[in-house]
């Protein structure tokens, strides 16, 4: 019986595996006749049809293999290069912005956005049309040389605000009272599960960066606009956006037109030139980055999104995949200098301080460590490049929250009075069963957590007080996860200079004594798999000519489901945490 089970198996997975490889097969076959087809010009204008979030390291973010719509994301650094390689590239004639959905942190719009109005010295042309205009989507298409707007369109330029959900009265509805400990006045990752309304240490924080943020926002749009600080001020105070005719008389815009009518517009200004559009991911693939070829190497270590112990997922940032980088980076002798570039608003403490320490381990060995912060380097976040030797932010990036905090809920009236469960006990020693979500905390067990919190919160401190070499008394003074703009963060010590990643590896380079010929190498190393890469290489090869037809798919952000997992992630920890209680977008 048993072998005929086996040989039914074996025919099973046989055919299986069968069916696998021809499906392969004809993935192949067709990539192999799209190449083929395809045809030889490559010259156009390149799109940049930025409609979701943008990773720090291109490949670096968690994706189903099954999502054949999407094309991958380009990450950061290499739209940065990309627009550069593109401002002296003949193949190029232009550069087309298609933002109906834009959503980025403030920061990494603006490291787009600066690397367009650099393009735009080359003499090329930059055009931009949406059919509607989100603040972020606007932001960008300021660096265009035109701007057209839908004729039943708006531009949604309003300002800077959040809106905080508070769950203490669902959960004493409910039966469950959060336990919540934390360090740090102004730590507010903890107030929907402890007050029904915005504390005034966070209310003030809160205030004081969008007011930074906004001001950077202004700035922008007034220089490239030609209006008013004082003008765009009462534009954004009046909604004169909402209407494409009012943003046509405000000055927002250079014309109301279909997007048909655009199309000619730009294609009339390039005269005989190509017009085809070239997709970001597409131009990718043509132009790869350049390898040099000096034996020194300046290793960019990407920390980007949350920080969790034993996470394994693209973007995250893990205990154990963040030690494996580190010592392999700090054993490569020809690594000569390290840029530790954060894009992250924090989470467990255990793990930021384990990187923390790598981070020391690459001084010791008299490796020159520089960090880069993006959109956020806040928390833990923060925690790990406290004690690099130099720090570099944006103006407008969040960062500090130096804070730390523990929540702990407790669902016994839940569970005795609307489901009618309970719970005992037998143990050994009273804390056999740990702190229970089924039991009331007791004094000790709350000294305990407490007394947890205060360790972590002064371990951290301690470590910013010797990395940024500061008093502690100042430091004390300056953390209570209080949360600065990386302009604030300069005037206050937590941050040396504002400059970019560019700058950074530059600077880094600089101090290690590098010649002109160093090789930048990054890490974590992304490797797609073998199917990825077919998809994209036959989407590369298949690529419609985009003067026929531009094809926008707003992606509507799910606002609440985001919400949830934003504080599906903060409860499903118990241990201290050390991060961000929200995402920014523009």
Not at 292 to 320: C, H, L, N, P
Not at 408 to 420: C, E, I, S, T
Not at 488 to 506: C, F, H, M, S, W
Request: hydrophobic residues 40%; glycine residues 8%.
């Amino acid at each position: 019986m048993k072998e005929i089970l086996k040989g039914i198996v074996s025919s099973c997975l046989g055919f299986f595996l069968a069916i696998i490889g021809i499906f392969f097969l004809f993935l192949i076959i067709g990539s192999i006749t799209l190449v083929s087809n395809k045809p030889k010009s490559d010259s156009g204008v390149l799109l940049l049809d930025i409609n979701k979030g943008i990773p720090e390291l291109t490949g670096n973010e968690e994706i189903s293999p099954f999502d054949l719509e999407s094309e991958p994301s380009v990450g950061l650094r290499d739209i940065q290069r990309l627009i550069d390689h593109a401002k002296t590239d003949e193949t190029v004639h232009g550069i087309m912005l298609y933002g109906a959905d834009v959503s980025l942190p403030p920061a990494t719009l603006s490291i787009v956005r600066e690397a367009l109005l650099d393009f735009k010295t080359s003499g090329k042309p930059i055009f931009a049309y949406s059919d509607y205009y989100t603040q972020a989507g606007y932001h960008l298409a300021t660096a265009a040389d035109s701007i057209f707007l839908n004729p039943n369109g708006a531009i949604d330029l309003k300002g800077f605000g959040v809106m905080i959900p508070f769950y203490k009265g669902l959960l004493d509805k409910m039966g469950i009272t959060m336990n919540v400990f934390y360090a740090g006045n102004f730590k507010s990752a903890t107030e929907p599960f402890r007050r029904t309304d915005i504390s005034e240490e966070n209310r003030l924080q809160t205030k004081e960066f969008l007011s930074d943020i906004l001001e950077h926002l202004v700035e922008d749009i007034a220089l490239s606009r030609k209006l008013k600080k004082e003008k765009v001020h009462e534009i954004i105070e009046t909604l004169a956006g909402r209407k494409a005719d009012l943003a046509m008389e405000s000055g927002l815009i250079d014309g109301i037109t279909y997007q048909d009518q655009v199309d000619k517009k730009w294609k009339k200004a390039l005269g005989d030139k190509e017009a085809k559009l070239i997709s970001l991911s597409k131009y990718a693939l043509r132009n790869p980055a350049g390898l040099t070829v000096g034996q020194d190497r300046v290793a960019v270590v990407f920390a980007e999104g949350e920080i969790g112990y034993g996470e394994s997922k693209k973007g995250t940032i893990s205990d154990k995949k963040y030690l494996q980088i580190l010592k392999k980076v700090r054993e490569d002798d020809k690594v000569k200098a390290v840029v530790l570039r954060v894009n992250s608003p924090g989470g467990d403490a255990l793990t930021s301080d384990i990187i923390w320490r790598e981070i020391e381990l690459l001084k010791e060995k008299g490796i020159p460590v520089y960090a880069s912060f993006g959109a956020y380097a806040a928390s833990g976040g923060y925690y790990i490049a406290a004690g690099c030797d130099k720090i570099y932010a944006q103006e407008n990036t969040l960062t500090g929250s130096i804070g730390v905090f523990s929540i702990l809920p407790n669902a016994r009236k839940f569970f005795n009075d609307k489901l009618g469960i309970s719970f005992d006990t037998i143990k050994t020693h009273s804390n056999a069963v740990g702190i229970s979500p089924f039991f009331d905390v007791n004094a000790k067990e709350n000294e305990y957590m407490m007394e947890m919190t205060d360790h972590v919160y002064t371990t951290f401190m301690d470590r910013v007080a010797t990395g940024r070499k500061l008093p502690i008394d100042t430091v004390k003074n300056i953390a209570q996860g209080r949360v600065y703009s990386g302009k604030k963060a300069i005037k206050l010590g937590l941050v040396d200079e504002i400059g970019t990643l560019d700058d950074v590896i530059k600077a880094v380079a600089q101090k290690a004594g590098l010649p002109d010929n160093y090789k930048v190498v990054n890490y974590p190393e992304v490797k797609e798999n073998p199917f990825t890469e077919i998809v994209n290489m036959i989407r590369a090869a298949s690529e419609d000519d985009a003067d026929e037809s531009v094809k926008i798919f707003p992606t509507k952000v799910m606002e609440t489901y985001g919400l949830f997992n934003q504080y599906h992630s903060i409860l499903k920890e118990d241990k201290p945490q050390a991060r961000l209680p929200f995402v920014l977008q523009n």
